[in-house]
């Protein structure tokens, strides 16, 4: 039972274009959002993340939306950059530390 | 200065054999957690300890072994690998949530690939 979900399993954008990522969660005791960035043969980078008390979280180029009645969170990227191409992980919690992630989406964003 | 570190990086071994993958941090976090990503990319949790505490055990097999020296140190042992073992083994680190506030940003390891022959 795949509790968070990211069905796409990859995006490709333009550099300097917004990128838009997204999850879908089926626990309506999720109280935390989290997005982490991935590179090949890291570990995942805490990006940004969101409490379910709020509906947007920005920071800088990354801003992450939460709607809880349709229980989905997005992460928008803009102006996307080459950089920021890389695996991106939705992941959700309902505290006690214990973090249910996604499937991954992978981001191109091509020059 | 790595705040999150795992050692090895890669680890190639036989069916059978007992083998461990050390982790450490140095961002004075109390919990500690291991996480395995499988070959279809999930990152699943395993274990967290909480001050060398054994706080959450996911239906893991009693093969996998961690152990907690200290807090800033949490080592997975695994006895009797087996196939189904082969994956990306992560480590993480958060404060400790068990004061009540909000501690579930983890800070992750760089993995550590473990391929069983």
């Known amino acids: 039972d795949q509790q968070v979900k990211q069905n796409s399993p990859s995006l490709s954008v333009q550099e300097g274009r917004i990128s838009i990522l997204n999850c879908d969660y089926t626990n309506s005791m999720f109280d935390y959002f989290l997005w982490y960035k991935k590179y090949p043969a890291e570990g995942p980078t805490f990006l940004i993340s969101i409490s379910s008390i709020k509906d947007k979280n920005e920071d800088g180029r990354f801003t992450v939306f939460l709607n809880k009645s349709a229980k989905h969170l997005s992460l928008h990227i803009v102006p996307s950059q080459p950089g920021d191409s890389a695996v991106y992980f939705c992941a959700a919690s309902r505290g006690g530390g214990k973090l249910i992630f996604g499937q991954g989406t992978e981001l191109s964003v091509k020059p | 200065d790595t705040a999150v570190s795992q050692t090895p990086k890669y680890l190639v071994t036989q069916m059978g054999n007992d083998k461990s993958i050390k982790c450490e941090q140095n961002?004075?976090?109390?919990?500690m957690y291991w996480y395995k990503q499988d070959s279809k990319k999930f990152l699943k949790i395993m274990f967290s300890?909480?001050?060398?505490?054994?706080?959450i055990n996911e239906t893991v097999p009693n093969r996998f072994s961690p152990k907690s020296p200290d807090k800033a140190h949490l080592n997975l042992h695994i006895n009797s690998l087996e196939l189904g073992d082969s994956a990306v083994y992560f480590c993480?680190?958060?404060?400790?949530?068990?004061?009540?506030?909000?501690?579930?940003?983890?800070?992750f390891g760089p993995g550590t690939r473990l391929t069983v022959l």
């Open positions: 993480a680190s958060s404060q400790d949530f068990s004061s009540g506030s909000r501690a579930d940003t983890q800070y």
């Open positions: 300890y909480n001050n060398k505490e054994l706080i």
């Open positions: 961002l004075g976090h109390d919990t």
